[in-house]
């Protein structure tokens, strides 16, 4: 039964990461463009263009809680593991969920907290561009949430991998 659900949450998880991974390339190629063309307006006529320098700011936004979420998915996230990989296996495993848990619960907290100042902000209108700053501050919750499910995956398949060694140790069939 547990190894159904971990299956289940691996293949959602794989799912989510290909939509993180696409909209993160999307919005990268169109900051590269957005910035390059303002630098260039600015190098060949003197002029440039607020709007897209506030533009830029909300794309970075998203591009950074994306990938940081990405970043989640492939454990690539900041961890010291030199202490952790000297420890028998069953230990490294319990450590690692228990790093996972304290930093899911940061990240779902993370996720009510970015939705509440995204509520707040939606009806303050941005400087110069005809929306509000709701867009801005929306990337916030939304990174974290698949940041939070991506934690949550890599609880669930550390337990079926402790399990799963637990088995083997034990003689039985995975």
């Given amino acids: 039964m547990f190894d ?5 949450f691996a293949k959602v998880s794989d799912f989510f990461e290909k939509i993180v991974k696409n909209v993160s390339i999307v919005v990268l190629v169109v ?3 957005t910035v390059f063309f303002q630098v260039s307006s600015r190098i060949l006529t003197g002029k440039s263009f607020p709007e897209i320098e ?3 700011i909300i794309m970075a936004a998203w591009l950074g809680f994306f990938t940081l979420s990405y970043a989640a998915k492939k454990k690539v996230h900041v961890r010291i593991d030199v202490f952790v990989g000297k420890l028998p296996s069953s230990v490294q ?13 940061a990240s779902i907290y993370l996720v009510w907290y970015g939705w509440l100042l995204a ?4 009806q303050v209108p941005l400087a ?15 990174g974290f949430f698949f940041t939070s499910y991506f934690l949550l995956d890599h609880i ?4 079926k991998e402790m399990r799963d060694e637990n088995k083997k140790s034990k003689g039985e069939v995975v």
């Fill in 4 to 8: 159904k659900i971990a299956l289940k």
């Fill in 31 to 33: 900051l590269i463009c």
């Fill in 54 to 56: 506030e533009f830029s």
């Fill in 93 to 105: 495993h319990v450590i690692s969920i228990i790093i996972s848990f304290v930093t899911l619960y």
């Fill in 119 to 122: 509520e707040k902000k939606i």
């Fill in 128 to 142: 110069i561009l005809p929306t509000n700053a709701g867009w801005w501050y929306i990337a916030f919750p939304i």
């Fill in 156 to 159: 669930i398949q550390e337990i």
